[in-house]
Protein backbone atom coordinates (compact mmCIF):
# COMPACT_ATOMS: atom_id res chain seq x y z
CA UNK A 1 0.00 0.00 0.00
CA UNK A 2 1.12 3.53 -0.65
CA UNK A 3 1.73 6.13 2.12
CA UNK A 4 1.30 9.74 1.12
CA UNK A 5 2.37 12.42 3.56
CA UNK A 6 1.49 16.20 2.59
CA UNK A 7 2.87 19.18 4.47
CA UNK A 8 3.37 23.11 3.64
CA UNK A 9 -0.09 24.39 4.54
CA UNK A 10 -0.74 27.29 6.63
CA UNK A 11 -2.06 30.63 6.92
CA UNK A 12 -1.23 33.28 4.42
CA UNK A 13 -2.76 36.05 3.71
CA UNK A 14 -4.17 37.47 0.03
CA UNK A 15 -1.63 37.45 -2.77
CA UNK A 16 0.88 35.94 -0.61
CA UNK A 17 2.34 32.27 -1.29
CA UNK A 18 2.52 28.71 0.31
CA UNK A 19 4.41 25.76 -1.43
CA UNK A 20 2.68 22.12 -0.46
CA UNK A 21 4.76 18.60 -0.71
CA UNK A 22 3.67 15.43 -1.30
CA UNK A 23 5.62 12.27 -0.90
CA UNK A 24 4.48 9.00 -1.44
CA UNK A 25 6.19 5.74 0.34
CA UNK A 26 5.33 2.38 0.20
CA UNK A 27 7.49 -1.47 -1.14
CA UNK A 28 7.39 -1.92 -5.08
CA UNK A 29 4.90 0.36 -6.34
CA UNK A 30 5.40 2.87 -9.62
CA UNK A 31 3.73 6.13 -9.46
CA UNK A 32 1.19 7.29 -12.68
CA UNK A 33 0.86 10.70 -12.30
CA UNK A 34 0.07 12.85 -9.06
CA UNK A 35 -2.01 15.49 -7.90
CA UNK A 36 -4.42 17.77 -5.85
CA UNK A 37 -7.67 18.31 -4.51
CA UNK A 38 -9.11 20.73 -2.29
CA UNK A 39 -12.04 20.90 -0.29
CA UNK A 40 -13.90 24.08 0.73
CA UNK A 41 -16.13 24.42 4.19
CA UNK A 42 -19.62 23.04 2.66
CA UNK A 43 -18.32 22.32 -0.59
CA UNK A 44 -17.83 19.24 -2.98
CA UNK A 45 -13.89 18.22 -3.78
CA UNK A 46 -12.57 20.10 -6.61
CA UNK A 47 -9.51 17.89 -8.48
CA UNK A 48 -7.08 21.56 -9.14
CA UNK A 49 -3.76 20.23 -10.63
CA UNK A 50 -2.02 17.00 -11.85
CA UNK A 51 0.87 15.66 -13.31
CA UNK A 52 1.95 12.51 -15.17
CA UNK A 53 4.82 11.08 -14.87
CA UNK A 54 6.00 11.96 -18.36
CA UNK A 55 5.65 15.70 -16.87
CA UNK A 56 2.22 16.38 -18.80
CA UNK A 57 0.09 19.04 -16.12
CA UNK A 58 -3.60 19.85 -16.13
CA UNK A 59 -4.63 22.30 -13.86
CA UNK A 60 -8.22 24.04 -13.35
CA UNK A 61 -9.27 27.27 -14.35
CA UNK A 62 -9.53 28.73 -10.73
CA UNK A 63 -5.65 27.89 -10.29
CA UNK A 64 -4.45 28.46 -13.29
CA UNK A 65 -1.11 30.83 -14.18
CA UNK A 66 -1.33 31.03 -10.09
CA UNK A 67 -0.39 27.37 -9.24
CA UNK A 68 2.38 25.05 -10.39
CA UNK A 69 2.84 21.23 -9.72
CA UNK A 70 6.64 19.90 -10.65
CA UNK A 71 7.14 16.35 -9.42
CA UNK A 72 10.78 14.82 -8.24
CA UNK A 73 10.27 10.90 -9.23
CA UNK A 74 13.24 10.14 -7.57
CA UNK A 75 12.30 11.26 -4.55
CA UNK A 76 8.25 10.08 -5.39
CA UNK A 77 7.66 13.59 -4.39
CA UNK A 78 5.37 16.27 -5.59
CA UNK A 79 5.04 20.13 -4.93
CA UNK A 80 2.77 22.50 -5.47
CA UNK A 81 3.91 26.33 -5.79
CA UNK A 82 0.45 28.51 -4.92
CA UNK A 83 1.13 32.20 -5.96
CA UNK A 84 -1.45 35.00 -5.42
CA UNK A 85 -3.20 32.87 -3.29
CA UNK A 86 -7.09 34.45 -2.82
CA UNK A 87 -9.48 33.95 0.30
CA UNK A 88 -11.29 31.41 -2.28
CA UNK A 89 -8.47 28.92 -2.46
CA UNK A 90 -8.78 28.30 1.34
CA UNK A 91 -9.79 24.73 2.06
CA UNK A 92 -8.41 21.43 3.33
CA UNK A 93 -5.54 19.93 0.11
CA UNK A 94 -5.51 16.51 -0.27
CA UNK A 95 -2.67 14.74 -2.71
CA UNK A 96 -3.95 12.04 -4.95
CA UNK A 97 -1.21 9.48 -5.73
CA UNK A 98 -2.53 7.32 -9.35
CA UNK A 99 0.08 4.39 -9.09
CA UNK A 100 0.21 0.64 -9.69
CA UNK A 101 -1.20 -0.05 -6.55
CA UNK A 102 -4.73 1.86 -7.22
CA UNK A 103 -5.44 5.22 -5.72
CA UNK A 104 -3.69 6.62 -2.82
CA UNK A 105 -4.91 10.08 -0.46
CA UNK A 106 -2.77 11.93 1.98
CA UNK A 107 -4.46 13.46 5.21
CA UNK A 108 -4.71 16.49 3.89
CA UNK A 109 -3.47 20.10 4.91
CA UNK A 110 -5.32 23.25 5.44
CA UNK A 111 -4.83 26.31 3.82
CA UNK A 112 -6.23 29.28 4.99
CA UNK A 113 -6.09 32.76 2.87
CA UNK A 114 -7.25 35.78 5.40
CA UNK A 115 -6.43 39.50 6.10
Known amino acids: QVQVVESGGGLVQPGGSLRLSCTAS????????MGWYRQASGSTNDLIVAITKDGTTNYADSVKDRFTISMDSAKNTAYLQMNDLKIEDTAVYYC?????????RGQGTQVTVSS
Open 96 to 104: LINSDQGMS
Open 26 to 33: GSNFSINA
